[in-house]
């Protein structure tokens, strides 16, 4: 939008100039009609006094003040001590016709060309002039106050010269009079005439060199012509250095632009997202990429295709840490991104086509307005998990020990926004494909995803019309093996919930249902045929034999502290199992100088059960507390007389879990099985 308003005054301020070159050319051409002696019999006659010329007694204010005429033999020189001027009362008119407030009635008016003749024809008649215009006051409806200069016109044998003077605007206009050609050359101070038109604050706060603006053309054609803009300076607190540059071509005749040219550099760039966040880079570049067409009568553009570069950034928090709360920045690093832009269409209907390149990955899509309606679009985009993990690891510590080996992240996204009723539409699909790879020695491969999403949202209501969350993981080794993992779940106001989700692990499988992962919530974990022997194979003593089939339910809750487990219990399936504590040099080890150890290591040599069951409990920390009771009978003890036992362990199953990840033996065979 801020493109288009700028075309919009672009278009207005061009009716002034023509108007203003109009009623320069009347009088110029009322004056050329005279005959040669009528013209002798005239000049004389200029060396006068004139306190107060009126022209229009309809608009009073409209007042020429105190003109003093000089005539020495073939030069005249004109003082003026103030123009008073309002472009708001009546309506700016030619010998012929009024000219309308509108660009397209002021530049086909078929006149003008012959006006301009007749003012070549008629200046080399004219003696040299000097007009100084001490003050020269200007209002009108395309300016927020009145503009108030100083006006020097030069004519010569040569040209025509206009030399205008204020506070915040230089600009010279030259009309040479031997090859008809025009030159305008200007520079505004943008802070300077903030007053006068609107201005983004970081443009009010320029401080640096001013904006200029050259432009030519040959008044043989005099509907074209040539522009270019350059500035250079500091916007504000944005940024501390930056430069834009712009070159086209007008052709009023077609109401044209033709923007051939346009860049643009910042550096050093700080923008305040909030107070507590900063985002910086050290560069931003613009540039347009082909000849872009603008229709200023309609402010359409056939195509206007733009690349802008976003150099390494960082965005930068305050956060308060510690007993003391004392402000500290965290610092997230950004990478570098390219955008390229093809704007087509006008105000409230266009089309924005769009490529993000960043990463090493690619994201296409388009914005298309209709009126009211905005409509983003990201089709669907492959992106590589390798080549993204890799890129990002320079930014995330946290990715650093994760290694990607293969698959694929896919991206498909609709937003639809209705401004006249405040409502729209959010459609998306994300797919994940065949993730591989390695995390901290956990190990994973043929992870595949798959979230659903069609929100409506209308006047701050949020209508759910599907919300479906899917991730299966084929493989996951975290200290043990678990298979075929899968998650099904929802956003539920944008708040994860697993509604259920079941894995294979030591030959059984455990199932959770309604779990939110939005604390504080519960559920419960049901184990279903877990084998014991597995369970003993992954524990510390590995060498110990066993048999049998568990299963059980473990209340699971979850707090802001993290996961525990309260009041679970495990128990054997009948007719229950056995227990074999092998002989060998660690075990004898173990019970020498502690005869209850060596007694229940007897005893378990050969510990046949048709009973045993656990409490579990385990902490965020990861502490676990079991507590076993078996019933039973030791052959090699007690014969066939049945025997309790109880036995209680404490074990931090986190530890356990990364040590026996960083097994390389059990590693070896977790590769190679899996």
Same mark, same amino acid.
């Given at each position: 939008?801020?493109?288009?308003?700028?075309l919009?005054?672009? *278009?207005?301020?061009?009716?002034?100039?023509?108007?203003?070159?109009?009623?320069?050319? !009347?009088?110029?051409?009322?004056?050329?009609?005279?005959?040669?002696?009528?013209?002798?019999?005239?000049?004389?006659?200029?060396?006068?006094?004139?306190?107060?010329?009126?022209?229009?007694?309809?608009?009073p204010q409209?007042?020429?003040?105190?003109? &003093?005429?000089?005539?020495?033999?073939n030069?005249?020189?004109?003082?003026?001590?103030?123009?008073?001027?309002?472009?708001n009362? @009546?309506?700016?008119?030619?010998?012929?016709?009024?000219?309308?407030?509108?660009?397209?009635?002021v530049?086909?008016?078929?006149q003008? @060309?012959? /006006?301009?003749n007749?003012?070549?024809?008629?200046s080399?008649?004219?003696?040299?002039?000097?007009?100084t215009?001490?003050?020269?006051?200007?209002?009108?409806?395309f300016?927020k *106050?009145?503009f108030?200069?100083s006006l020097?016109?030069?004519?010569? &044998?040569?040209?025509?010269?206009?030399?205008?003077?204020?506070?915040?605007?230089?600009?010279?206009?030259?009309?040479?009079?031997?090859?008809k050609?025009?030159?305008?050359?200007?520079?505004?101070?943008?802070?300077?005439?903030?007053?006068?038109?609107?201005?983004?604050?970081e443009?009010?706060?320029?401080?640096?060199?001013?904006?200029s603006?050259?432009?030519?053309?040959?008044?043989?054609?005099?509907?074209k012509?040539?522009?270019s803009?350059?500035?250079?300076?500091?916007?504000?607190?944005?940024?501390?250095?930056?430069?834009?540059?712009?070159?086209?071509e007008i052709?009023?005749l077609?109401?044209?632009?033709k923007?051939?040219?346009?860049?643009?550099?910042?550096?050093?760039?700080?923008?305040?997202?909030?107070?507590?966040?900063?985002?910086?880079? *050290?560069?931003?570049?613009?540039?347009?990429?082909?000849?872009?067409?603008?229709?200023?009568a309609?402010?359409?553009?056939?195509?206007? %295709?733009?690349? #802008?570069?976003?150099?390494? !950034?960082?965005?930068?928090?305050?956060?308060?840490?510690g007993?003391? /709360?004392?402000?500290?920045?965290?610092?997230?690093?950004l990478?570098?991104?390219?955008?390229?832009?093809?704007?087509?269409?006008?105000p409230?209907?266009?089309?924005?086509d769009?490529?993000?390149?960043?990463?090493e990955?690619?994201?296409?899509?388009?914005?298309v307005?209709?009126?009211?309606?905005?409509?983003l +679009?990201i089709?669907?985009?492959?992106?590589?998990a390798?080549t993204?993990?890799?890129?990002?690891?320079?930014?995330?510590p946290i990715?650093?020990?994760? /290694?990607?080996?293969?698959?694929n992240?896919?991206?498909?996204?609709?937003?639809?926004y209705?401004s006249?009723?405040?409502?729209?539409?959010?459609?998306s699909?994300?797919i994940?494909d065949? #993730?591989? @790879?390695?995390?901290?020695?956990?190990?994973?491969?043929g992870?595949? @995803?798959?979230?659903?999403?069609?929100y409506?949202?209308e006047?701050?209501?949020?209508?759910?019309?599907q919300?479906?969350?899917?991730?299966?993981?084929?493989?996951?080794?975290?200290?043990?093996?678990? /298979?075929?993992?899968?998650?099904?779940?929802?956003l *539920?106001?944008?708040?994860p919930?697993?509604d259920?989700?079941?894995?294979r692990?030591?030959?059984?499988r455990?199932?959770?249902?309604?779990?939110?992962?939005?604390?504080?919530?519960? +559920?419960?974990?049901?184990?279903?045929?877990?084998s014991?022997?597995?369970?003993?194979?992954?524990?510390?003593?590995p060498?110990?034999?066993?048999?049998?089939?568990?299963?059980g339910?473990?209340?699971?809750?979850?707090?802001?502290q993290?996961?525990?487990?309260?009041?679970g219990?495990?128990?054997?399936?009948?007719?229950?199992?056995?227990?074999?504590? %092998?002989?060998?040099?660690?075990?004898?080890?173990?019970?020498?100088?502690?005869?209850?150890?060596?007694?229940?290591?007897q005893?378990?040599?050969?510990?046949?059960?048709?009973?045993? &069951?656990g409490?579990?409990?385990?902490? %965020?920390?990861?502490?676990?507390?079991?507590?076993?009771?078996i019933?039973g009978?030791?052959p090699?003890? !007690?014969g066939?007389?049945?025997?309790?036992?109880?036995?209680s362990h404490?074990?931090?199953i986190?530890?356990?879990?990364?040590s026996?990840?960083?097994?390389? &033996?059990? #590693?070896?065979?977790?590769?190679e099985?899996?």
């Amino acid at each position: 939008m801020g493109k288009v308003n700028l075309l919009g005054k672009l *278009n207005r301020y061009l009716v002034i100039l023509a108007s203003c070159l109009m009623l320069l050319n !009347s009088v110029t051409v009322a004056a050329a009609q005279l005959p040669d002696k009528s013209l002798l019999a005239w000049l004389p006659v200029l060396t006068s006094n004139i306190k107060l010329l009126q022209p229009n007694l309809n608009c009073p204010q409209n007042q020429i003040t105190n003109i &003093q005429v000089n005539k020495k033999e073939n030069q005249v020189k004109v003082d003026i001590a103030a123009i008073n001027w309002d472009f708001n009362c @009546g309506k700016v008119q030619t010998l012929e016709n009024p000219v309308e407030n509108n660009l397209s009635s002021v530049i086909k008016n078929k006149q003008i @060309g012959s /006006q301009f003749n007749a003012l070549f024809d008629f200046s080399p008649r004219l003696p040299d002039t000097t007009i100084t215009i001490k003050s020269l006051t200007l209002t009108s409806a395309f300016i927020k *106050n009145k503009f108030i200069s100083s006006l020097l016109i030069k004519k010569t &044998q040569q040209a025509l010269m206009f030399t205008l003077k204020s506070e915040g605007v230089n600009a010279k206009l030259t009309i040479k009079l031997s090859d008809k050609s025009f030159m305008l050359e200007s520079a505004f101070s943008l802070a300077k005439i903030a007053h006068l038109i609107d201005l983004p604050i970081e443009l009010k706060n320029n401080t640096a060199e001013d904006l200029s603006l050259h432009y030519a053309s040959d008044l043989n054609a005099w509907w074209k012509g040539v522009f270019s803009i350059n500035w250079q300076g500091v916007l504000g607190d944005l940024t501390e250095q930056g430069k834009m540059s712009a070159e086209g071509e007008i052709d009023l005749l077609k109401n044209q632009l033709k923007l051939n040219q346009l860049a643009g550099d910042l550096q050093n760039i700080t923008y305040k997202i909030s107070a507590q966040q900063h985002w910086k880079t *050290n560069s931003v570049r613009l540039k347009l990429v082909q000849p872009a067409i603008i229709n200023l009568a309609t402010m359409e553009i056939s195509s206007l %295709p733009l690349t #802008l570069h976003i150099g390494n !950034s960082a965005l930068q928090t305050k956060v308060l840490r510690g007993k003391a /709360q004392r402000i500290r920045v965290d610092t997230q690093k950004l990478p570098a991104v390219l955008l390229t832009v093809t704007a087509k269409g006008r105000p409230l209907a266009f089309s924005l086509d769009w490529r993000l390149s960043s990463l090493e990955q690619i994201l296409t899509g388009s914005i298309v307005s209709a009126g009211k309606i905005i409509k983003l +679009t990201i089709p669907s985009s492959p992106l590589s998990a390798q080549t993204l993990v890799s890129s990002l690891q320079s930014y995330l510590p946290i990715l650093e020990p994760l /290694q990607v080996e293969a698959g694929n992240i896919n991206l498909q996204l609709a937003v639809l926004y209705d401004s006249s009723n405040n409502s729209g539409q959010l459609k998306s699909t994300l797919i994940i494909d065949k #993730l591989a @790879g390695e995390y901290n020695n956990v190990l994973f491969d043929g992870i595949t @995803g798959n979230s659903e999403l069609d929100y409506r949202f209308e006047k701050g209501r949020i209508t759910i019309n599907q919300d479906q969350q899917q991730l299966k993981i084929e493989n996951l080794f975290i200290g043990i093996p678990i /298979q075929a993992l899968q998650f099904d779940g929802r956003l *539920n106001a944008f708040k994860p919930v697993i509604d259920h989700l079941k894995a294979r692990l030591l030959d059984g499988r455990i199932d959770v249902d309604d779990l939110k992962l939005t604390p504080p919530s519960q +559920t419960v974990i049901n184990i279903s045929a877990i084998s014991l022997s597995e369970v003993i194979r992954y524990s510390a003593y590995p060498e110990i034999q066993s048999s049998a089939i568990m299963d059980g339910a473990l209340p699971l809750y979850l707090s802001d502290q993290g996961a525990s487990i309260k009041a679970g219990v495990v128990f054997a399936r009948p007719p229950g199992g056995y227990i074999k504590v %092998p002989e060998n040099t660690v075990i004898e080890a173990m019970g020498k100088g502690n005869p209850a150890l060596a007694y229940t290591l007897q005893l378990l040599s050969n510990f046949q059960f048709d009973t045993l &069951q656990g409490d579990i409990g385990y902490t %965020p920390e990861g502490d676990a507390n079991l507590k076993i009771k078996i019933k039973g009978i030791s052959p090699n003890i !007690s014969g066939i007389h049945p025997i309790n036992f109880n036995y209680s362990h404490q074990e931090n199953i986190l530890k356990l879990l990364k040590s026996l990840r960083f097994d390389e &033996q059990l #590693l070896e065979q977790i590769k190679e099985r899996y």
